[in-house]
């Protein structure tokens, strides 16, 4: 990845941290996952926008201003013998030559080193209650100046919660992370597109799970978030991830994936029968989400609340809910007593960026926040008609979503994941092809 995308993020923030401040960001712990194996390692997502740095034990230490270099990172030091177990490490050098630290160190001299540079700051920016070891040093290192303080040294007087200016800045998304996140869609919608064509009465739900995460491995990138695939009545729920059951002729097989590329996320959801042809009462509920998933999408641009495509999804599926007979009552009311939320129960999407549920604000002011270009949100209604629901037998089993990743840009939107068969014709077309 190129080294100047985080140049610039680290510029842009020590802008709004300006001289007398200090950033702190430590990487994300290793846990265990039993005995000797530990949890994949994926980077925290701050630590990489401003660093692109891909190691754990890391800390990275803005200092607007610092004569000697405003940028150190501490890092693992380079070790033969650990090497040839665990892998190459990048060390000191090699963080001042390939990611453009100003200053790096050996991990094990931040006790000595941090102290002296938090003594030359009034204000430390860091994102307290994330890892409570960590927020534990912070505190040493500030106390162990504290008591020097007697003897004339200075201690940083004010604490900034760094998420703040660092989540409002990561909502906006640079040309160059545009670029990774078309990526990112562009893999995820392959990796659809092999299901849809794979899928056949008798697999299982984790045989499309797995040829899914095939077409991301296969391309350099992994999953923003474990895949969700349900066959029938696992459809509707909505956060299902057992993947464990028989997909049945008849069905609808619901899939939720995303690929995560470079460290930034895709989303996507369709929902396609297991025999490649809709029933009429599934065609009913696709239609209509079809129809949310558009008129949301059209509301998606700059000067519009976040709020807007939502209502238009609510606006779209009550009306077509009656008009079905799944609800019963005038439009308004029911949108005003929110009875959609019987099958409609989540919201219409999120931001979405480095992670998949991404950072900033929804709301600013206690008013929801207009949308600007650089955005990027999903757009995701859906309908979920569970077994037994009452005077609906029709669509029992039928659980549909239809999610987009979409940007805002200065004329209105761009749909990242346009190329993915949307419409009952196009899938069907696709899974006969
Ligand atoms: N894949 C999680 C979501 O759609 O929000
Ligand atoms: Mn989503
Ligand atoms: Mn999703």
Redesign the pocket.
Known sequence: MNPKIHARHRKQLMRMVGAGGIAILPSTPVRTRNRDVDYPFRQDSDFFYLSGFPEPEGVVVLVPGRAQGEYILFCRDKDLEQEIWHGRRCGPECAKSQYLADDAFPIEDIDDILPGLLEHSERVYYTMGLDPNFDKRVMDWVNSLRNQSRSGGHVPYEFVSLDYLLHDMRLFKSRDELRLMKKAAKISVEAHKRAMKICKPGMYEYQLDAEILHEFQFNGATWA?PS?VGGGANTCILHYTENNQVLKDGDLVLI???AEYQGYDA???RAFPVNGKYTPAQKEIFDLVVQANLDAIKQVKPGNHWNDPHHAAVKTLTKGMVELGLLKGTVAKLIKEEAYKKYYMHRTGHWLGMD?HDVGDYKVDEEWRLLEPGMVL?I?PGLYIPHGSRGAKRWWDIGV?I?DDVVVTKDGHEVLTDSLPKTTEEIEALMAS
């Open positions: 978030y969700i939720d994936a995303g989303d996507i959801t998949v999903t995701e979503r999610e």
